[in-house]
């Protein structure tokens, strides 16, 4: 059981829009800082699209963009591409140097 | 270009031991914390271990604490994993990735471990 929950599956159609939320569960027994995501295609290793929390790394599409409040996380995909078609990880610093990865959304477009 | 690339996967027996490496090029690996990642095959991510740039600092996930070492050789750009009493639930395969501002930005291939009697 992950300490960070996603939805299995979200889908949309190409140009619109989608968005996938990661729920932290520690509550007092941790922390949910510094959310990350990742997008994974099958067979191919996992690829950093957001770091803490809402920062881009250089050549990732802004048509991804990160979010936090509170407990939860999201990741939204704008401008939806048959390319976006995935799995999608988040990922946060769960406090005393340990890191929780989600449970992961596959999308499809 | 930016790579790291792993080695010492293997099948072994419940109980037994394994040590996994991974070599660093590209970048000054001196300076970044270095984790381990796995990932049961069709499966999701799973943070191993970390260790900070100089080795001295180090964090597990509950489940290998206490089974399990990651040290670093600075001078030969290199990362380890060092596994024992290993168990069934421990197959996947494993990354070694570089954690910059907690994000893990650079993944190596994997190599895979395979545990099983």
Redesign the interface.
Known sequence: Q?ALIQPASVSGSPGQSITISCTGTRGDAGRF??V?W?Q?HPGK????L???DY?R?SGVSNRFSGAKSGNMAFLTISGLQAEDEADY?C?S?AG?????????TRASV | DVQLVESGGDLVQPGRSLRLACVASGFTFSDHWM?W?RQVPGK????VA?VNPTGG?????DSVRGRCTISRNNARNSLYLEMWNLRVEDTALY?CVRD??????I????TMVTVSS
């Open positions: 992950s800082d510094f990350a990742y994974q290793v996992p690829k950093l957001i770091y803490e920062k790394p990880y990922c610093d005393n140097g340990i890191y929780d990865f989600g449970s992961g | 984790s990642v999701g991510l799973e943070w970390k600092g180090r964090a597990y996930v990354h910059e501002a907690h994000g893990f930005n993944w190596g291939q994997g």
